[in-house]
């Protein structure tokens, strides 16, 4: 994240999701900050999410980021604000530190039983949105995670190890949003 497109419209969007999913409690945020932010930046991004900020650390090529997301299984509900998104492959150049990757995606989900996992994706290409995030999604169920998407410039995906919560979660955020049920790839039927 960098925090000089904070209070951006993709914020209002996270905003948005956030609030609708708080029925399945607290939220904890780890920026994944791609630079340095300061400690009243930190603040009141807190303030906007109304939730806390686990890590103010910066991302860079030469960070270990396995340690890096350590803290993040200690938390219940946890959304993941990358740059530009989750990437399926790993990435070892200089825009490694602009996304999360799949793989990590899966282990900070499955460490975390009865959580819900939120992630900031526009790593998708323009008008293919759909059609990529099918595929993240697929390599996610392919690995034990249940999850859903939301659709639009700014995608989201949702994730979790109990089929039951997200199903709940997807239900609730079409109910409280009033968005077109076409704007999500659907929970996991399996």
Request: charged share 25%; net charge negative; proline share 3%.
């Amino acid at each position: 994240m960098h925090m000089s497109y904070f209070g951006d419209s993709y914020d209002i969007v996270k905003l948005s999701l956030m609030g609708w999913l708080r029925l399945f409690g607290d939220w904890s945020v780890h920026p994944m900050l791609t630079e340095v932010a300061s400690r009243e930046e930190i603040k009141a991004y807190e303030r906007f999410l109304d939730a806390v900020v686990i890590s103010s650390e910066v991302l860079t090529t030469s960070t270990n980021r396995e340690l890096y997301f350590t803290c993040s299984t200690r938390y219940g509900n946890l959304f993941l604000d990358p740059d530009t998104g989750l990437r399926l492959r790993i990435t070892k150049g200089s825009r490694a530190p602009e996304y999360l990757f799949a793989n990590e995606l899966v282990q900070l989900i499955s460490s975390r039983p009865q959580s819900l996992t939120l992630v900031f994706d526009k790593s998708l290409p323009r008008g293919g949105e759909r059609g990529a995030l099918d595929l993240k999604l697929k390599y996610l169920r392919d690995h034990g995670i249940h999850c859903f998407a939301y659709v639009s410039h700014a995608c989201f995906i949702v994730g979790g190890n109990e089929k039951e919560i997200i199903n709940d979660a997807i239900a609730h955020v079409i109910t409280e949003s009033r968005l077109p049920e076409n704007r999500f790839l659907g929970a996991t039927s399996n």
